[in-house]
């Protein structure tokens, strides 16, 4: 496992995801159906992206590495969470419900990367 690597790309989700939040906050204030339907298709993206870029430096055991490197981008995303809303007390509506998004973070930010992972090892040839 890469662990710096690991730590870069999941201090990039957190700050990316947060980034595009800040922005969609005013466009998506009004409609609560769109906020819980759009604000989690961003973090999939994003952590796809980010989960590509990290599953390509491997090339054995890449279900594994991609399983640790989502451990560690929960745990990046746990600890910038609690240093950026609880200590410096910055404000996202976003997130109001704080145990719903360690749940729903932590589920995408496991099962993407491994995901990931799984696809990374298989053979592919198109004929």
């Given at each position: 496992?890469?662990?710096?690597?690991?730590?870069?790309?999941?201090?990039?989700?957190?700050?990316?995801?947060?980034?595009?939040?800040?922005?969609?906050?005013?466009?998506?204030?009004?409609?609560?159906?769109?906020?819980?339907?759009?604000?989690?298709?961003?973090?999939?993206?994003?952590?796809?992206?980010?989960?590509?870029?990290?599953?390509r430096n491997?090339?054995?055991?890449?279900?594994?590495?991609?399983?640790?490197?989502?451990?560690?981008?929960?745990?990046?995303?746990?600890?910038?969470?609690?240093i950026f809303?609880?200590?410096?007390?910055?404000?996202?509506?976003?997130?109001?419900?704080?145990?719903?998004?360690?749940?729903?973070?932590?589920?995408i930010l496991?099962?993407?990367?491994?995901?990931?992972?799984?696809?990374?090892?298989?053979?592919?040839?198109?004929?």
């Amino acid at each position: 496992m890469k662990l710096k690597l690991g730590i870069i790309y999941g201090v990039l989700i957190w700050v990316v995801t947060y980034i595009i939040s800040i922005i969609a906050q005013p466009l998506l204030y009004d409609n609560n159906a769109y906020t819980n339907l759009i604000m989690p298709a961003i973090i999939v993206i994003v952590t796809g992206f980010f989960g590509i870029l990290y599953i390509r430096n491997f090339n054995k055991n890449e279900v594994i590495e991609g399983f640790l490197g989502g451990i560690v981008f929960i745990i990046i995303d746990i600890i910038l969470d609690f240093i950026f809303f609880t200590v410096l007390n910055f404000r996202n509506d976003f997130m109001s419900d704080y145990p719903i998004h360690i749940i729903l973070m932590s589920v995408i930010l496991l099962m993407i990367p491994t995901f990931l992972g799984y696809l990374a090892q298989m053979k592919i040839e198109l004929k």
